[in-house]
């Protein structure tokens, strides 16, 4: 079955250290990979998309993540994080067999939840 | 609406009793999701509407549930004879029918309802 893991369930960071957090999808075709981000007491909003193209995506907030179709990654980065950057994070992703009629679900990671020490 | 909405945001009910949790998409979003967060856990995938059909239940975990749209717009997923393991967040989310061939359109995601079974 089509699954995704997130290695780091907690991570603890100072202001202005780097942050990447980990991604791997098991699922050898297709895939639109995604990240989402829940900041407290508010809903999931979506941080960065990849489609297809250049495997270096942008998103919001000066994330980034990297999709590496060899090792099955889309790890997300920030080289300086901020006390607001303190949320859980979540991978997901979309296999295109599913796509395009049958399905559209969003397969997500447990999630990481991080937090920014001021 | 601007965002995905639901209600209630939070429903205590008794094991046995039976609930109904609504979800109010996007304006002109065809398709439509519900999923649930227990606990610890990631999001799992429970229904995918387009229209008001519903070509994948597969994430519907047992008869006890159920979910039906109307008129394109909103959603109700109803929960019979509720048990203790039903305790999650259930998310609602909805997408645009028009997106780049080979992608999948960005889900939109509600403020969740907080179902606890007592």
């Known amino acids: 079955a089509q699954s995704v893991s997130q290695h780091n369930h907690h991570v603890i960071l100072s202001e202005a250290a780097s942050l990447e957090l980990g991604c791997n999808y098991s699922y050898g075709g297709t895939v639109n990979l995604f990240w989402y981000v829940q900041y407290p007491g508010q809903h999931l909003q979506l941080l960065l998309k990849y489609f297809s193209g250049d495997p270096l995506v942008k998103g919001i907030k000066g994330f980034e993540a990297e999709f590496i179709k060899s090792k099955f990654s889309f790890n997300l980065r920030k080289p300086s994080v901020q006390w607001s950057d303190t949320a859980e994070y979540f991978c997901?992703?979309?296999?295109?067999?599913?796509?395009?009629?049958?399905?559209?679900?969003?397969?997500f990671g447990t999630g990481t939840l991080l937090a920014v020490q001021p | 609406g601007a965002g995905v909405s639901q209600s209630p945001s939070n429903k205590v009910t008794e094991k046995g009793k039976d609930v109904e949790l609504r979800c109010d998409p996007i304006s002109g979003h065809t398709a439509l999701y519900w999923y649930r967060q227990r606990l610890g856990q990631g999001l799992e995938f429970l229904i995918y509407f387009q229209g008001n059909s519903a070509p994948d239940k597969s994430g519907l975990p047992s008869d006890r549930f159920s979910a039906e749209r109307t008129g394109e717009s909103v959603s109700t997923l109803t929960i019979q004879r509720t048990q203790q393991e039903d305790s999650a967040v259930y998310l609602c989310?909805?997408?645009?029918?028009?997106?780049?061939?080979?992608?999948?359109?960005?889900?939109?995601f509600g403020p969740g309802t907080r179902l606890t079974v007592l």
């Open positions: 989310a909805s997408s645009s029918p028009f997106f780049p061939a080979g992608a999948a359109d960005t889900q939109y």
């Open positions: 997901a992703v979309i296999t295109l067999a599913n796509y395009g009629g049958a399905t559209n679900k969003l397969i």
